[in-house]
């Protein structure tokens, strides 16, 4: 048996054992799931990065990629501007907002979809049939669904105008995720 996934005392561990060769019991041997952070190799000039916050003037991207069939992750709206929230290809143009309209290897939302300081934006990717779909929530209400996704993509946040994003990974409690989602985990390879 190997990988064998769970939550304990509200982090994500994963287990494995090996019990091909042993006639007895197999012990399992629980190892943390790095969190995910922000990249520091795909990010704007003037994007700063200060406790976990985004501000500054461009975008960012985490630094690893959404891997699972249907991953999600969350942005708190910290302080209102210009923003966008969503996925983007590490291809993306990095020293302004990836608006899904003007940018096509990103799919976001911005503040222009009725959101503002205090919102908590969900971001479901579901990669699980074709064509890949995102779903934008604000709480647990529906925003927006894109299609069309293409390639690799990870977790993208653009800033301008004075606003500040936070983004949530899993290291706090998620405001509402949606049924059959689960949060985003870091590939590490176990050898």
């Known amino acids: 048996r190997l990988g064998c996934w769970r939550e304990r005392h509200g982090s994500t561990r994963m287990g494995c054992c090996c019990s091909l060769f042993s006639s007895g019991e197999a012990e399992e041997v629980p190892v943390e799931v790095p969190p995910i952070g922000l990249s520091s190799k795909y990010r ?29 992750f969350e942005a708190t709206v910290k302080t209102s501007g210009t923003f966008a929230v969503g996925v983007a290809t590490k291809d993306s143009p990095l020293e302004g907002i990836l608006a899904h309209e003007q940018v096509s290897s990103a799919w976001t939302v911005t503040n222009g979809d009725n959101l503002s300081a205090g919102d908590v934006i969900g971001c479901a990717v579901d990669q699980a049939d074709y064509p890949v ?59």
């Not at 500040?164 to 050898?191: D, H, R, T, V, W």
């Open 44 to 72: 704007g000039s003037a994007v700063v990065v200060d406790a976990g916050v985004i501000s500054g003037t461009g975008s960012v991207l985490a630094e690893a990629p959404v891997l699972q069939d249907k991953g999600y």
């Open 133 to 191: 779909q995102v779903y934008f929530y604000k709480g647990s209400a529906l925003l927006t669904q894109l299609s069309g996704v293409r390639g690799e993509v990870l977790p993208a946040f653009s800033v301008g105008d004075g606003a500040e994003i936070e983004p949530n990974f899993g290291g706090a409690a998620y405001g509402s995720m949606p049924p059959g989602f689960q949060g985003l985990i870091k590939c590490q390879s176990l050898l």
